[in-house]
Nanobody
């Protein structure tokens, strides 16, 4: 079983920055793809960014490309999401997730989820 704990959410003004963290424990981290998803009120949960743990390949949703950066720290078993140039439409609960599927964007392929952290961007 994989345990994921997110932190770092909060309230920020348009154009500001936040860094989310996801601490991972449980199964072998090296065989896992990690990703961030988000869910705004009344909307479906959507893919934001992902990273393959072994190779460190990253991939992003078009809506955040160039503004968000996903990274990982193997020694700390932690994945990060640096969010810059935030917009009101980025407001959502952000979830960290893990899967054994390489580079998946499909939320249904993720079998471990954190509790979520709220990000609110004011205009």
């Amino acid at each position: 079983q994989v345990q994921l704990v997110e932190s770092g959410g909060g309230l920020v003004q348009t154009g500001g920055s936040l860094r989310l963290s996801c601490a991972h424990s449980g199964r072998t981290f090296g065989s896992t793809t990690m990703a961030w998803f988000r869910q705004a009120p009344g909307k479906e949960r959507e893919f934001v960014a992902g990273i393959t743990w072994t190779g460190g390949s990253t991939y992003y949703a078009d809506s955040v490309k160039g503004r968000f950066t996903i990274s990982r720290d193997n020694a700390k078993n932690t994945v990060y999401l640096q969010m810059n140039s935030l917009k009101p439409e980025d407001t959502a609960v952000y979830y960290c997730a893990a899967t054994r599927v390489i580079a998946s964007r499909n939320r249904y392929q993720y079998d471990s989820w954190g509790q979520g952290t709220q990000v609110t961007v004011s205009s």
